[in-house]
């Protein structure tokens, strides 16, 4: 019994001390998570998410002070690298119920104040004084802040419309098999 | 084809189901025409690859054969009036596509007299350069028909560039109900072994391969006799699913193996449809684009099953009503074959260059299973012919983890449906793949977009940036030049009340 | 806009419900062998076993609120009792029946998630449970007594025996697995104590193959299992790997070790006949939930699972060691299927795009 108590207590010992070993030799320095974050994020700085611009949703993230899912122009692909960059758990499925959206400007309510393309963070708004604006659906991360500005409520999102091209098979649902 | 033959064969083939083929529902009666619908609806995207661009008006008059959309880019093909008449409109229209989504299309009010535009056509197609006749056969908006609806001429044309040695032509046909490729090499045998002589020209393919499934043997002894005496040889392979895949088939009738990231013209073969054939020999003997095809009408809620040469653009209604309409309500109706065709939403959709079959299945036919948990009996892991693990595969997307079923092999996935044909708990396997397919190829796209809207961003910052230090700068220089001006009035005023002062001590002394 | 359904719009004609009734047809001429072998305790031992598996079943997916008739009738809480029954001695009391297939069903099955979330075979994990928990009532085999003889227990005293705790004379009886083993224990080897085995049962090995002698179910009905195996294999419901690899398992190191000292280890037949290899081979290895995904990880599967069963019967402390084997290898699982997949068409193993050497020939 004694050589059982002492074998495992020496092994015990010894795997402990060559944990705390490697975690002193391979220690990381720095944190270079902020600027991998930032790369990810969408660059708008739009702010929806509640910090000051990218940089600050980055710096949070990376403190684990805000959720994956905080970008909403970001959209499932930003949730999904942001999850694998940060070893964060997360249910895209749930995610994919915000649908991804994109601006758009109502011909008969726009005065052509040219406010919203100066507050466009992509210049996906395009236009001049006392002409009608358009939105480049391709540039528009859906930030919302040409809404905000708009004297007129010319401008708002709707959810981006599903093409023949864009269109893919929905996941299918296995009512019956719940195993 | 003998056992020992055919156990051989077989043996090259991989994986694989045996569906019950129900092709003796359609397989008998000749091809019919169908009688000119009232309208055509034709949709410009019919293919593989950019749309075709409209190049005609709403009111003008159209012979057939004239062209409605031309080519849209290097991949694309052009679209054909199906016959003669009057553009009466142009708009979305339902197309044949799994989304239900309207699609542009042209519609054609037929004047009943199918007069064709005039075609210059040499005596002998052989003395066409080969180059000559790849570009005649993309002009006639020839595509591939076995379904995949690839333009062939790009295919002819990336052929001779890499040098082919071989020509397969898929004479498989291995969906089930479908038999338009049968009654096609039975009653026209001769035009497609022209057909597969001209193709094989014009691709540089010394050896010509026609692989027709055993089940066909009609079929057979009319390719047989057709092509005595010339290069094109008739080879017979079991028959089984999916052996119309084309790399299935150069597998089985070469022995080689496509590599997954390359084509089969990097190996030496180029494979195209008997169908596709047949509307080649047509293009350039004739000089008549694709404008119609043959469609097998079948199910068993159809009262005549059988196959049909329809115009495109024909309404899957027409298609019904001409085959003697509906025996009971169906309860599915099935663009293409049953293995890999599309469910349409109601008959109110146009046929298409790519659609072989129009399907009204009962619900014995489908049956209607509810799922199960999978038990891993691997049934679909023995059936799958490209050597995935379809129920690994499935669990990972269940549990939204594409990137491990992308790990197991996603993207090599060919949709076949047979691991769905054959799971004994009905799981949607294949609906499972494309659903992945389609969200990573959108993940994919949002991600170059989420890019490109940084950069716009970033580049957005920097010029707001450049005009706030310009400005600044500018000030500053503003600012600067007063602050000079000022100075030298002070220094002048100082110098004034210096002199002043002297010019004082002066008086004073 | 209602959904429009995937392709394909064709089914082939099978459910799990046919498969795990086909699989259960395939038991029915061994089993009744059984019942008539044994009599009326064994039947009423595979009574007990199905009704508690049924009623553990329907009692745990009552407990997670999901419905439990379409469960039930899929027949797999049936099939693993069934086996169970199989792998147990015969006049077994009741108890034994009803913790082990409770066993099975709610630990070994349930609590992993169900039906093709088990990691361990159900059957097996239990009837290694019960080795384990009460080696003597399940070390007690009965010679067989054929029903309608003269020495068989009516059905009273087999009401007696199973529910009752009676004991009946022809109990004491061993396993040949089981007599060899003790036989070695007390240092008697094989030339001198299998001739004694044989001569306190019925008759030479002709009678074991016919299963005439003392052991389980399972056991006794060693070629009908077989025939059942095969009729499987024709219908396409398991494929040949496992089981061939299985028994080659056993017979390659029996052959070999037999040759070399026989006076130490069994020959190749009393191995493939004896303890609950047939029906391992055929019913238990196959059983898809635990078992590899590829065939050639099913002939990995099947021929390490025989070599450990041979293993254990000759170097282990238990006669026995299918169970053991089965369960071993069923952790290994995952790890073959990790290691043995399909090569992807027009890929290499390591799952690299093949490369064209020369024009027209890909190696």
């Known amino acids: 019994m004694f050589i059982a108590i002492f074998s495992l207590t020496l092994l015990g010992g010894a795997l402990g001390l060559f944990l705390g070993y490697a975690a002193r030799r391979l220690a990381v320095e720095g944190n270079p998570l902020v600027e991998e974050i930032q790369a990810i994020l969408p660059g708008s700085q739009c702010g929806q998410c509640g910090f000051p611009g990218c940089a600050g949703a980055a710096q949070a993230l990376a403190n684990h002070e805000a959720p994956v899912t905080l970008c909403p122009p970001g959209g499932r692909e930003v949730v999904a690298l942001l999850a694998a960059k940060l070893g964060v758990e997360v249910n895209l499925t749930e995610v994919a119920d915000t649908v991804p959206q994109v601006a758009e400007v109502l011909e008969d309510l726009c005065i052509g104040c040219t406010r919203c393309y100066k507050a466009c963070p992509t210049d996906a708004i395009l236009g001049a004084a006392k002409q009608i604006h358009a939105v480049f659906r391709e540039a528009c991360t859906a930030c919302g802040k040409c809404v905000e500005v708009c004297p007129t409520e010319a401008t708002r999102l709707i959810p981006v419309p599903v093409t023949l091209q864009s269109w893919y098979w929905s996941k299918p649902s296995l009512q019956g098999a719940t195993a | 084809m003998n056992p020992l033959s055919r ?3 077989g043996l090259r083939a991989r994986g694989g189901v045996h569906p019950d083929g129900r092709k003796g529902l359609s397989a008998e009666p000749p091809i019919r025409i169908l009688p000119m619908p009232e309208r055509l609806y034709v949709p410009l995207q019919q293919h593989v690859g950019a749309c075709a661009r409209l190049s005609v008006l709403v009111g003008d008059k159209l012979l057939k054969g004239q062209l409605i959309g031309a080519s849209g880019g290097n991949i694309s093909a052009p679209v054909h009036a199906p016959t003669s008449g009057r553009v009466v409109a142009i708009g979305e229209f339902p197309s044949p596509h799994p989304s239900g989504l309207p699609g542009a299309t042209v519609t054609i009010e037929p004047d009943g007299d199918d007069r064709c535009i005039e075609a210059v056509v040499p005596n002998d197609p052989f003395d066409l350069s080969p180059e000559e006749i790849a570009t005649r056969v993309g002009a006639a908006g020839i595509v591939g028909l076995g379904g995949a609806t690839f333009p062939s001429a790009v295919k002819l044309k990336l052929s001779r560039k890499s040098g082919i040695s071989t020509l397969i032509v898929n004479g498989g046909e291995c969906e089930p109900y479908l038999t338009c490729d049968d009654r096609l090499m039975r009653e026209r045998a001769s035009g497609i072994v022209e057909g597969i002589r001209l193709i094989a020209y014009a691709a540089g393919a010394r050896e010509m391969l026609v692989g027709i499934e055993d089940n066909k043997p009609e079929a057979i002894a009319a390719m047989r ?14 028959a089984m699913y999916p052996m119309g895949w084309d790399k299935q088939m150069i597998q089985v009738l070469t022995g080689r193996e496509v590599p997954a990231e390359g084509r089969s013209a990097e190996i030496g073969v180029l494979v195209h449809n008997v169908a596709t054939a047949w509307a080649v020999y047509q293009a350039i003997r004739f000089g008549r684009p694709l404008v119609s095809r043959v469609v097998t009408v079948s199910g068993a809620a159809v009262v005549a099953p059988g196959n049909l040469e329809v115009p495109i653009g024909a309404l899957a209604a027409d298609l019904i009503a001409a085959s003697g309409g509906l025996l009971t309500q169906p309860q599915r109706l099935v663009l293409g074959g049953p293995m890999m065709g599309t469910q349409l939403p109601h008959l109110n959709v146009p046929m298409v260059k790519g659609s072989s079959g129009l ?4 619900g014995k036919e489908i049956g209607l299973p509810q799922p199960a948990p999978c038990i891993r009996c691997s049934n679909c892991v023995r059936a799958c012919p490209v050597g995935l693990l379809p129920l690994e595969m499935a669990a990972h997307i269940r549990a939204a983890d594409l990137s491990a079923a992308v790990g197991f092999g996603l993207k090599d996935c060919i949709g076949c449906g047979s691991c769905s044909y054959v799971c004994p708990a009905h799981i949607p396997l294949v609906h499972f793949f494309n659903y992945a397919r389609g969200e990573l190829a959108a993940q994919e796209k949002g991600k170059l977009r989420t890019e490109a809207t940084r950069k716009l961003a970033d580049s957005r910052e920097e010029r707001m940036q450049r005009i706030a230090r310009e400005r600044e700068e500018a000030a500053r220089q503003r600012a600067a030049r007063k602050a000079a001006a000022d100075a030298a009035k002070k220094a002048a005023a100082m110098e004034a009340a210096r002199l002043a002062a002297t010019e004082n001590q002066e008086e004073l002394v | 806009m209602t959904m429009l359904a995937h392709a394909p719009h064709a089914h082939a004609p099978m459910t799990v419900g046919q498969i795990m009734a086909t699989v259960m047809l395939a038991l029915v001429p061994a089993t ?13 031992l595979w009574s007990v076993a199905m009704a508690t598996a049924l009623l553990a079943e329907a009692g745990t997916l009552l407990l997670q609120g999901r419905a439990a008739k379409a469960t039930l009738l899929d027949g797999s809480a049936a099939l693993t009792a069934w086996l169970l029954a199989l792998s147990l001695p015969p006049f077994a009391p009741w108890w034994v029946a009803a913790i082990g297939s409770i066993f099975a069903i709610v630990i070994a ?48 005293q087999s009401l007696a025996i ?17 007599h060899v083993k003790t036989e070695f224990t007390r240092g008697i080897d094989l030339v001198s104590s299998l001739p ?16 005439r002698r003392a052991g389980s179910l399972g056991e006794t009905g060693g070629l009908l299992l077989l025939a059942g195996g095969v009729f499987l294999i024709v219908r396409g419901i398991i494929t040949w790997h496992a089981p061939v690899a299985m028994l080659l398992g056993v017979a390659a190191p029996a052959l070999l070790a037999h040759a070399v000292d026989p006076a130490h280890y069994l020959g190749v037949l009393p191995h493939l006949l004896s303890g609950g290899l047939m029906l ?27 070599g450990l069963t041979w293993v254990i019967r000759s170097w282990g402390g238990y006669p026995e060691g299918v169970a053991f084997a089965v369960m071993f290898l069923n952790a290994l699982t995952p790890i073959i299927d990790r290691y043995v997949k399909p090569r992807i068409y027009g890929r290499d193993r390591k799952g690299q795009s093949l490369q064209i050497e020369a024009k027209g020939s890909v190696k």
Request: glycine share 12%; proline share 7%; hydrophobic share 55%.
């Open chain 2, 7 to 9: 156990f051989f064969s």
């Open chain 2, 225 to 238: 006799l057709a092509a005595a005496g010339s290069e094109v040889q008739i080879k017979v392979v079991p």
């Open chain 2, 359 to 362: 399907l009204a299945l009962t």
């Open chain 3, 32 to 44: 009744l062998y059984g019942f008539w072998l044994y009599g009326w305790p064994a039947i009423l």
């Open chain 3, 109 to 156: 099955k349930q609590v992993f998630g169900g039906l093709g979330q088990n990691v361990f075979n159900p059957a097996m994990a239990a009837r290694v449970m019960l080795l384990i928990s009460f080696p003597v009532e399940m070390t007690l085999w009965a010679a067989p007594t054929p029903m309608f003889s003269g020495h068989a227990p009516g059905f009273l």
């Open chain 3, 162 to 178: 199973t529910f009752g705790g009676a004991h009946w004379d022809g109990m004491a009886s061993a396993s040949l697995l089981g």
């Open chain 3, 196 to 211: 004694a085995h044989f001569a306190s049962v019925h008759g030479g090995l002709q009678d074991a193959a016919w299963g």
């Open chain 3, 280 to 306: 391992a081979a055929f019913f238990i290895v196959t059983d898809p939930v635990t078992s590899p995904n590829t065939p050639a990880g099913m002939f990995v599967f099947g021929l390490l699972c025989g």
